[in-house]
């Protein structure tokens, strides 16, 4: 991991976010380097555990597949064939929110948690959720997140940029009016942080290429959001291990 994307989680986040819940991470799905910011997150918490904090990403899961993942990265023995399943099923998807990585970084929260206390393990929990429309899908989703509020101190959201907006999109009157998930959590209790790439791939239903403004991409002053990190090339993510056979034994 680079030493100038430590230093930008380290400036963007970490030195922010004291006494806020919510902490909004606005990605665009399918780049490596998304991942990699969480995993800066945990190596932060690991050396400071001095607050109880998890994980949610937009994963669409049922009930009974988010109950393994938790399982999984509290350390406790799950299903091989059953969690792999899980992984597979995520993968299959091909939107670019979970990946390789994503499985790696599961593994680690589980290491991870393996020296913590019950007290102090880090949590996880996924949020993506039907909805009638596009705003309800939102409005549900951030109930979602809302309704983890008292098991935790704080709370990193991984989601799409659009969705971690803290601001409405147009006019309620305007048929086009968005209302994101950033903008429905209490705004006191909420830090939103954009990801920008000035160039390089991601996977959304394949490897796609970034536009690259010449120079480098420009980033404006966007309102909607409390900072900024900066990625100077977006590598894409990988689906090719989340297929591998299974076994039934316990893990």
Same mark, same amino acid.
């Given at each position: 991991?680079? $030493?100038?994307?430590?230093?930008?989680?380290?400036?963007?986040?970490?030195?922010?976010?004291?006494?806020?819940?919510?902490?909004?991470?606005?990605?665009?799905?399918?780049?490596?380097?998304?991942?990699?910011?969480?995993?800066?997150?945990? =190596?932060?918490?690991?050396?400071?555990?001095?607050?109880?904090?998890?994980?949610?990403?937009?994963?669409?899961?049922?009930?009974?597949?988010?109950?393994? &993942?938790?399982?999984?990265?509290?350390?406790?023995?799950?299903?091989?064939?059953?969690?792999?399943?899980? +992984?597979?099923?995520?993968?299959?998807?091909?939107?670019?929110?979970?990946?390789?990585?994503?499985?790696?970084?599961?593994?680690?929260?589980?290491?991870?948690?393996?020296?913590?206390?019950?007290?102090?393990?880090?949590?996880?929990?996924?949020?993506?959720?039907?909805?009638?429309?596009?705003?309800? $899908?939102?409005?549900?989703?951030?109930?979602?997140?809302?309704?983890?509020?008292?098991?935790?101190?704080?709370?990193?959201?991984? =989601?799409?940029?659009?969705?971690? $907006?803290?601001?409405?999109?147009?006019?309620?009157?305007?048929?086009?009016? &968005?209302?994101?998930?950033?903008? &429905?959590?209490?705004?006191?209790? =909420?830090?939103?942080?954009?990801?920008?790439?000035?160039?390089?791939?991601?996977?959304?239903?394949?490897?796609?290429? +970034?536009?690259?403004?010449?120079?480098? $991409?420009?980033?404006?002053?966007?309102?909607?959001?409390?900072?900024?990190?900066?990625?100077?090339?977006?590598?894409?993510? =990988?689906?090719?291990?989340?297929?591998?056979?299974?076994?039934?034994?316990?893990?």
């Amino acid at each position: 991991m680079s $030493r100038n994307l430590i230093d930008e989680v380290e400036q963007k986040i970490f030195n922010k976010i004291s006494r806020k819940k919510y902490i909004l991470i606005g990605e665009c799905h399918g780049a490596k380097e998304n991942v990699k910011i969480a995993n800066t997150l945990v =190596t932060f918490f690991v050396k400071n555990p001095f607050l109880k904090i998890a994980f949610a990403f937009e994963w669409h899961v049922s009930r009974n597949d988010e109950s393994i &993942l938790k399982k999984y990265v509290s350390n406790e023995s799950v299903n091989d064939k059953k969690y792999r399943g899980v +992984l597979k099923h995520l993968a299959e998807n091909k939107s670019g929110v979970f990946s390789d990585q994503h499985a790696d970084f599961l593994s680690k929260l589980r290491e991870t948690n393996q020296t913590f206390s019950k007290k102090h393990k880090i949590g996880l929990f996924c949020f993506d959720l039907s909805g009638k429309s596009w705003n309800d $899908r939102d409005k549900r989703m951030a109930g979602k997140i809302e309704s983890q509020e008292k098991k935790f101190d704080m709370i990193f959201i991984f =989601t799409g940029n659009i969705h971690a $907006r803290k601001k409405k999109i147009l006019p309620e009157n305007d048929k086009n009016y &968005l209302a994101p998930l950033g903008s &429905l959590l209490p705004r006191k209790k =909420t830090f939103s942080v954009k990801i920008e790439y000035l160039e390089g791939s991601i996977f959304n239903y394949g490897v796609k290429k +970034l536009f690259k403004v010449s120079g480098g $991409r420009k980033i404006s002053v966007d309102t909607a959001y409390d900072n900024f990190i900066i990625i100077h090339k977006a590598t894409p993510i =990988t689906l090719t291990r989340c297929f591998e056979p299974q076994s039934d034994c316990l893990i």
